[in-house]
Each structure stands twice: as structure tokens, then as C-alpha cells.
């Protein structure tokens, strides 16, 4: 049993920068791939970052060069740095860690809204 809160989200104008962080508590493993989805109304759920046990990462063409994922093992942290925000940035962010066995664990969403 996982549970993930994040944190960080909020209100800035285009241009501007985010960091958000989510923390895991429960049963953790020791081996987990962490990231951050966002889903817009209507929209399916896409993976904007992903980072594995190694620091091993990935993005979406649309973030990449301006969001930088990152992880703290000894807090059980995963973080976000989104610069250069867009209004098309707008939306609820996820974390997300998924067990060795495929399984999902998902936070609450924190709210990003980028004004223009």
C-alpha cells in the first residue's frame, strides 16, 4: 500500500517556472519507476516525465528542454521543474509510481493553470 501526495502546483503567468514534488509513504520498494502525467478534460492521460530507480529518464516531446524530472531516494521524493510555462501547460498533474510487478499508484492531482 502506497500513497502519494504532491505539492508545488498553482498560478503563473507564461514564461515563468513550477517546481512540483510529490511524496511517496507506505510499502515502498526498493526498485520503482516514478513520474508525472497530466490529463486535460477530454483528453486521455499522457506521461510527461518518467524517471526510473537508476535516474534513468524520459519525457514527452512537447515538455522536453523544459521540464526536468528528478528524484530523492532518501526522502522518497520525485520532483518536477517546469520552466518556461505555456498556457497550453494547463491542467492537473499526477504522480505516479509504478511497483516491479506493473502496478500504478497515482496521487490526487495538483492544479497548474499558466496564464497568458
Known amino acids: 500500500q502506497v500513497q502519494l501526495v504532491e505539492s508545488g502546483g498553482g498560478l503563473v503567468q507564461a514564461g515563468g517556472s513550477l517546481r512540483l514534488s510529490c511524496v511517496a509513504s507506505g510499502s515502498i520498494f526498493s526498485i520503482n519507476t516514478m513520474g508525472w502525467y497530466r490529463q486535460a478534460p477530454g483528453k486521455q492521460r499522457e506521461l510527461v516525465a518518467g524517471?526510473?530507480?537508476?535516474?534513468?529518464?524520459s519525457y514527452a516531446d512537447s515538455v522536453k528542454g523544459r521540464f526536468t524530472i528528478s528524484r530523492d531516494n532518501a526522502k522518497n521524493t520525485v520532483y518536477l521543474q517546469m520552466n518556461s510555462l505555456k498556457p497550453e501547460d494547463t491542467t492537473v498533474y499526477y504522480c505516479n509510481l509504478r511497483t516491479p510487478g506493473g502496478f500504478d499508484y497515482w496521487g490526487q492531482g495538483t492544479q497548474v493553470t499558466v496564464s497568458s
Open positions: 524517471i526510473t530507480s537508476y535516474g534513468i529518464t
